[in-house]
């Protein structure tokens, strides 16, 4: 069953404006969230991520919030730059008690960023 | 700093044939995942290793799946009796073992004809 779900296949954006990618989960046991962008013919490189005891992580660009109460996270990032146009993948482990920290992926959202 | 490295890139083989991809993770690195991605989805876990030690399989590796890392340093992904199923592209990742983040290599795309 999918346990992380990315209910927006794709975004568009203007260079400059803000995107904002949505992210929901289902399993209340998920305790960190990542974030990772794929370029075509690249495997997902990671982005920045966040524990769920805080609500929001920064790191230039780009900024994570966290909603526990509605299993919700999102990432903004402003300015969006033509660059940014891939793939972007949400992912949640939580530790199973033998430290095993797999990943469980979101389908992705295709942003594109026009010029 | 090298990244996680993965060979070859591209496969293409006739259903029936055994195929073996290989992955060599980031060098103080000593977790090991397996990941699966397919046409329209995230990637979706096959196995972990910790050191040598392959401590969970996904019930989506059927036994004709199985993965080795001998001394705990690169590993490898062999497929038995390969069926047009088995085509996507296979990931591989390592974090260190007190790390929550994963780094990938570049996969390796199976196609299956």
């Known amino acids: 069953d999918q346990q992380v779900k990315q209910n927006s296949p794709s975004l568009s954006v203007q260079e400059g404006r803000i995107s904002i990618l949505n992210c929901d989960y289902t399993n209340s046991m998920f305790d960190y969230f990542l974030w990772y962008k794929k370029y075509p013919a690249e495997g997902p490189t990671f982005l920045i991520s966040i524990s769920s005891i805080k609500d929001k992580n920064e790191d230039g660009r780009f900024t994570v919030f966290l909603n526990k109460s509605a299993k919700h996270l999102s990432l903004h990032i402003v300015p969006s730059q033509p660059g940014d146009s891939a793939v972007y993948f949400c992912a949640a482990s939580y530790n199973k008690g033998s430290d095993d920290y797999k990943l469980s992926f979101g389908a992705g959202t295709t942003v594109t960023v026009r010029a | ?113």
């Not at chain 2, 195929?19 to 060599?24: L, S």
């Not at chain 2, 995230?42 to 401590?55: D, I, M, R």
């Not at chain 2, 890392?69 to 490898?76: E, N």
């Not at chain 2, 497929?79 to 974090?95: F, K, N, P, V």
């Open chain 2, 1 to 113: 700093d090298t990244g996680v490295s993965q060979d070859p890139r591209h496969k293409i083989t006739k259903r029936g044939q055994n195929v073996t991809f290989r992955c060599d993770p980031i060098s103080e690195h000593n977790r090991l995942y397996w990941y699966r991605q397919t046409l329209g989805q995230g990637p979706e876990f096959l196995t972990y290793f910790q050191n040598e030690a392959q401590l969970e399989k996904s019930r989506l590796l059927s036994d004709r799946f199985s993965a080795e890392r001998p001394k705990g340093s690169f590993s490898t992904l062999e497929i038995q009796r390969t069926e047009q199923g088995d085509s996507a592209m296979y990931l591989c990742a390592s974090s260190l073992t007190t790390g929550r983040e994963q780094y990938f290599g570049p996969g390796t795309r199976l196609t299956v004809t």
